[in-house]
C-alpha cells in the first residue's frame, strides 16, 4: 500500500540519503522498534490477558506472516512454542 504522496515521498527520500550510514540504521532500527511497540500495544488492548508466548506467536504473525511458506511459518511456530 503507498499512502504516501510521490512529494513528500521524493523530500522524505532526499532528507534521508543525507543521513550517514550510521544514522540511517540506527533510524529504520528505531521506527522498527516503535512498528513492534505498536503492534504488541495493540495485541495486548485485543487480548489482555494474553501469555507472554502468545504474544510471541502473534507478534511473529503480525511481522511476518508474507515472509515465510505455510510449512515454513508452522516449522518457526512451532519452535516458538
Known amino acids: 500500500m503507498r ?5 513528500v515521498d ?7 540519503a543525507t543521513r550517514s550510514g550510521s544514522d540511517r ?5 528505531g521506527m522498527f522498534d516503535a512498528a513492534k511497540a505498536l503492534a504488541a500495544a495493540d495485541i495486548r488492548a485485543r487480548h ?3 501469555s507472554p508466548s ?11 506472516f ?9 516449522m518457526i511456530i ?4
Do not use: H, K, N
Open 3 to 7: 499512502d504516501t504522496l510521490p512529494e
Open 48 to 50: 489482555p490477558a494474553i
Open 66 to 74: 508474507e515472509d515465510f511458506d505455510g510449512a515454513t511459518r508452522a
Open 10 to 16: 521524493a523530500a522524505f527520500t532526499a532528507l534521508f
Open 25 to 29: 540504521v540506527r533510524m529504520a532500527c
Open 54 to 64: 502468545d504474544l510471541r506467536l502473534q507478534m511473529f504473525d503480525r511481522l511476518y
Open 78 to 81: 512451532s519452535a516458538l512454542r
